[in-house]
């Protein structure tokens, strides 16, 4: 066997620092470090690639309301109620000509996904439904119109030479929003320095970039849901004394503001009466309209570890940090300076 010579070996040393040089170039450019900061080792974190599954089972949603009004519904008495409903809808409204069940349907999946506000009802995945929902109303639109002018006994051509193809526009949906939704889950990027954590995001024109102290952090918490439990991956989220990490939500009735109300405002010629049935009814109101606020952990991608896998060392490096930087080790350190120099 050939022994490499001390050149060569030489060589291979420069290549390899200059690589690790290049790499920590990348990362200050990348998390936009400051003069002497660097990303720790195994420091780095994004989002698990099952992070988003929801959303990709959304693109399977669409996909499968395209797939079903290209070929329809086979129904028999032991078919589901739902499914025979849609074949009616279909059955009544022609949708070969004018899509209206289409249109129903894909608007009643995009309201039900924003008002579970899950992980998937954020404003680009409801946009992206609301798009396809509307896409063949456009193509269609000259049957649109010929359809609405045949009610009233007129003629209308066509003007738009071909018509909406469900199977292919589904595939072309599937294809592109999953590819988003890939692009999307790899925008979010997470650092932990030497001095501070890094929260990136960069996803076509947003950008966000988000600096936390070490002394800052009041308490870590960490998520698991037992889809995370399953797949391996959990959330980790940073308290901080400002609030990072935290929204605040109101809840209760509100039927808005008491002196809003027509008639329960007072008036210089009101009776004593008239005033004390005008003040309980204002009550009244301003009780209905209590909202109580609270807080909650928001598990934002842009502002935690969001479901990564390698989470218990990214816990374990973050505690750790926290506690060399803050004020009582601070302190333990001062104190030990101290006596040691008393003692020399």
Same mark, same amino acid.
């Given at each position: 066997?050939?022994?490499?010579?001390?050149?060569?070996?030489?060589?291979?040393?420069?290549?390899?620092?200059?690589?690790?040089?290049?790499?920590?170039?990348?990362?200050?450019?990348?998390?936009?470090?400051?003069?002497?900061?660097?990303?720790?080792?195994?420091?780095?974190?994004?989002?698990?690639?099952?992070?988003?599954?929801?959303?990709?089972?959304?693109?399977?949603?669409?996909?499968?309301?395209?797939?079903?009004?290209?070929?329809?519904?086979?129904?028999?008495?032991?078919?589901?109620?739902?499914?025979?409903?849609?074949?009616? #809808?279909?059955?009544? $409204?022609?949708?070969?000509? +004018?899509?209206? %069940?289409?249109? !129903?349907? @894909?608007?009643?999946?995009?309201? *039900?996904?924003?008002? #579970?506000?899950?992980? $998937?009802?954020?404003?680009? +995945?409801?946009? %992206?439904?609301? !798009?396809? @929902?509307?896409?063949?109303?456009? *193509?269609?639109?000259?049957?649109?119109?010929?359809?609405?002018?045949?009610?009233?006994?007129?003629?209308?051509?066509?003007?738009?030479?071909?018509?909406?193809?469900?199977?292919?526009?589904?595939?072309?949906?599937?294809?592109?929003?999953?590819?988003?939704?890939?692009?999307?889950?790899?925008?979010?990027?997470?650092?932990?320095?030497?001095?501070?954590?890094?929260?990136?995001?960069?996803?076509?024109?947003?950008?966000?970039?988000?600096?936390?102290?070490?002394?800052?952090?009041?308490?870590?918490?960490?998520?698991?849901?037992?889809?995370?439990?399953?797949?391996?991956?959990?959330?980790?989220?940073?308290?901080?004394?400002?609030?990072?990490?935290?929204?605040?939500?109101?809840?209760?009735?509100?039927?808005?503001?008491?002196?809003?109300?027509?008639?329960?405002?007072?008036?210089?010629?009101?009776?004593?009466?008239?005033?004390?049935?005008?003040?309980?009814?204002?009550?009244?109101?301003?009780?209905?309209?209590?909202?109580?606020?609270?807080?909650?952990?928001?598990?934002?991608?842009?502002?935690?570890?969001?479901?990564?896998?390698?989470?218990?060392?990214?816990?374990?490096?973050?505690?750790?940090?926290?506690?060399?930087?803050?004020?009582?080790?601070?302190?333990?350190?001062?104190?030990?300076?101290?006596?040691?120099?008393?003692?020399?």
């Amino acid at each position: 066997m050939s022994e490499e010579t001390p050149e060569a070996e030489a060589k291979e040393v420069t290549t390899t620092e200059a690589v690790e040089e290049a790499s920590k170039e990348n990362l200050v450019e990348k998390y936009r470090l400051i003069s002497g900061e660097e990303v720790l080792a195994d420091g780095e974190a994004r989002p698990s690639t099952l992070a988003f599954i929801g959303m990709y089972f959304v693109g399977l949603i669409v996909f499968g309301v395209h797939w079903l009004f290209e070929f329809g519904v086979s129904t028999s008495d032991d078919t589901h109620i739902l499914l025979k409903m849609i074949d009616g #809808l279909i059955q009544l $409204t022609g949708s070969e000509e +004018v899509p209206i %069940a289409f249109v !129903l349907l @894909m608007g009643t999946i995009a309201w *039900i996904n924003r008002m #579970l506000n899950v992980s $998937t009802s954020g404003r680009w +995945v409801t946009t %992206a439904i609301l !798009l396809s @929902m509307a896409v063949p109303v456009v *193509i269609q639109l000259d049957n649109v119109i010929a359809w609405f002018a045949g009610i009233f006994g007129k003629e209308f051509g066509d003007f738009i030479p071909f018509g909406y193809d469900y199977l292919i526009a589904g595939a072309i949906f599937l294809v592109v929003f999953w590819g988003t939704t890939l692009k999307y889950q790899r925008s979010f990027s997470y650092a932990i320095t030497s001095h501070a954590v890094i929260f990136q995001h960069s996803f076509l024109l947003s950008r966000s970039h988000r600096r936390i102290l070490f002394d800052r952090i009041s308490e870590v918490m960490v998520e698991r849901t037992p889809m995370g439990t399953m797949l391996g991956y959990a959330t980790v989220t940073i308290m901080t004394d400002s609030g990072v990490g935290l929204v605040e939500e109101s809840s209760g009735i509100n039927a808005g503001g008491a002196m809003g109300v027509p008639g329960t405002k007072d008036k210089s010629d009101d009776s004593t009466g008239a005033k004390v049935r005008k003040g309980v009814f204002r009550s009244f109101i301003a009780m209905l309209s209590y909202q109580r606020t609270t807080r909650r952990v928001d598990p934002d991608p842009k502002h935690c570890f969001y479901k990564i896998r390698k989470w218990e060392g990214i816990k374990l490096l973050l505690n750790e940090m926290h506690r060399k930087h803050s004020s009582s080790n601070l302190l333990e350190d001062l104190k030990e300076a101290i006596q040691g120099e008393n003692e020399s």
